[in-house]
């Protein structure tokens, strides 16, 4: 079967795009991951009574509990912005995904 220069085109955007999907969902993952990290990190801050340590680079040191949750609740507000606009690219990719798998199917179909 001979397929148009257009359907061509098509197709290989379709794949640009079920590339670019597959590099959303890894981020993605990677954001929840460390959004979970963050808010385990945030309830054990908040069950101790004991001093409070953070790791910067590869010393350790002693940091105010209060400071501490503030820093892990802007965190915790960024990833979940970050998710969100991936999740929001990930829908729009998916709807133009979609369309043109559907353009693609109707081309070949009327080809046959």
Same mark, same amino acid.
Request: glycine share 0%.
């Given at each position: 079967?001979?397929?148009?220069?257009?359907?061509?085109?098509?197709?290989?955007?379709?794949?640009? &795009?079920?590339?670019?999907?597959?590099? &959303?969902?890894?981020?993605?993952?990677?954001?929840?991951?460390?959004?979970?990290?963050?808010?385990?990190?945030?309830?054990?801050?908040?069950?101790?009574?004991?001093?409070?340590?953070?790791?910067?680079?590869?010393?350790?040191?002693?940091?105010?509990?209060?400071?501490?949750?503030?820093?892990?609740?802007?965190?915790?507000?960024?990833?979940?912005?970050?998710?969100?606009?991936?999740?929001?690219?990930?829908?729009?990719?998916?709807?133009?995904?979609?369309?043109?798998?559907?353009?693609?199917?109707?081309?070949?179909?009327?080809?046959?």
């Amino acid at each position: 079967m001979d397929i148009d220069k257009e359907t061509q085109k098509k197709i290989q955007e379709l794949q640009i &795009l079920e590339h670019n999907l597959h590099s &959303l969902m890894i981020q993605k993952q990677a954001f929840q991951l460390e959004l979970n990290e963050t808010l385990n990190a945030s309830e054990e801050v908040n069950k101790t009574n004991d001093d409070v340590y953070k790791v910067t680079g590869s010393i350790m040191h002693k940091v105010d509990k209060v400071s501490v949750l503030k820093e892990l609740e802007e965190k915790r507000n960024i990833l979940e912005l970050r998710l969100k606009a991936i999740e929001k690219q990930e829908r729009l990719l998916e709807l133009r995904a979609k369309e043109l798998q559907e353009e693609a199917k109707k081309t070949l179909k009327s080809k046959k």
